[in-house]
């Protein structure tokens, strides 16, 4: 059986591994994401003599990641954008590399083996230091005419100083950044899981910060229902490993859609079967489309 080098970039964190042709992850690991784009492409060449007999590269990225490999928008990792990266890696290793945005990896991880395999209209919503996602319309990824479609993150919320972006103000990293503000600390003294943790042991400001999350999330989903109506709304990303989440969401919810006689639909809310993993095996099989292997 085939076997491929996974690697999802994020803002924070670098997960990477072997992931068979079946879908299944043999050996995981993570590391902080490195400073500078030197760093990332080492690394991942790297990882690449490790485990020199894998079938090819499949990699996760942010940002809207061009087929060509030239990742354009923006992401909590400037480095990446402007330089052809998938061209600089198959220079370095020589197999097939695929790269494509991490919101489209979650989605073709669902397509391939998860929540979505049996259904046509799906939004899958990855949450971590900002907040993307895809678009799955009859079936498929739907980019858009600009590369954007999924970058959910993007949309409008008003809050007490005006506006701000999804991203800005609901995401995992948006959490961390308030509570420092909160409490006169630096975000590198916090994590998400942190927050979570002091919340549940009755630290008031980080049960507030939590508590304002979730309405900000539930925000966000009512839109998108009533935006697309799909079938199901699927939560990725470092979060959806929390076994609670989709209750909380459901709450706020359920307070959102009862402020509004005329809401009817409630949005079918569930995580992502791969769950964190899941921007790891939708590139491999992002990859495997491309090669013609499945």
């Known amino acids: 059986m085939k076997q491929y080098l996974a690697v999802d970039i994020g803002g924070t964190f670098i997960k990477f591994g072997l992931v068979d042709e079946a879908a299944s992850i043999l050996t995981m690991g993570k590391v902080k994401t490195p400073a500078t784009l030197t760093g990332l492409i080492d690394f991942i060449v790297e ?10 590269l499949a990699i996760s990225s942010p940002g809207a990641v061009a ?3 030239v990742i354009y928008g923006t992401s909590a990792l400037p480095y990446l954008h402007g330089p052809n990266i998938k061209q600089m890696l198959a220079d370095r290793i020589g197999i097939p590399v695929f790269m494509d945005n991490d919101g489209n990896c979650a989605g073709y ?3 391939w083996k998860g929540k979505a395999s049996d259904k046509q209209d799906v939004l899958v919503i990855v949450i971590g230091t900002g907040i993307g996602g895809a678009v799955i319309k009859d ?12 970058e959910f993150g993007y949309m409008m919320i ?21 509570v420092a503000s909160l409490k006169g600390c630096s975000i590198h003294d916090l994590s998400g899981e942190y927050i979570f943790e002091m919340a549940n042991a009755g630290d008031a400001i980080c049960h507030q910060a939590v508590e304002e999350f979730f309405e900000l999330l539930a925000i966000g989903i009512y839109n998108l229902q009533y935006m697309y109506d799909p079938e199901v709304i699927l939560i990725g990303g470092g979060i959806s490993a929390r076994e609670d989440l989709i209750d909380h969401i459901n709450r706020k919810l359920d307070e ?10 409630k949005p079918n809310v569930e995580a992502c079967a791969y769950r964190q993993h899941a921007n790891m095996l939708g590139a491999v099989y992002g990859l495997m489309l491309e090669l013609e292997t499945v």
């Open 47 to 56: 990882k690449y003599h490790a485990y020199p007999d894998v079938a090819g």
């Open 67 to 69: 087929a060509s490999g």
């Open 109 to 111: 991880a669902e397509i």
């Open 139 to 150: 079936g498929r990824i739907h980019k858009g005419a600009n590369l954007h479609g999924g």
């Open 158 to 178: 008003p809050t007490d100083a005006g506006y701000d972006t999804w991203s800005t103000t609901a995401s995992t990293g948006a959490l961390v950044k308030k």
């Open 256 to 265: 959102l859609l009862a402020r509004f006689e005329a809401s009817h639909i």
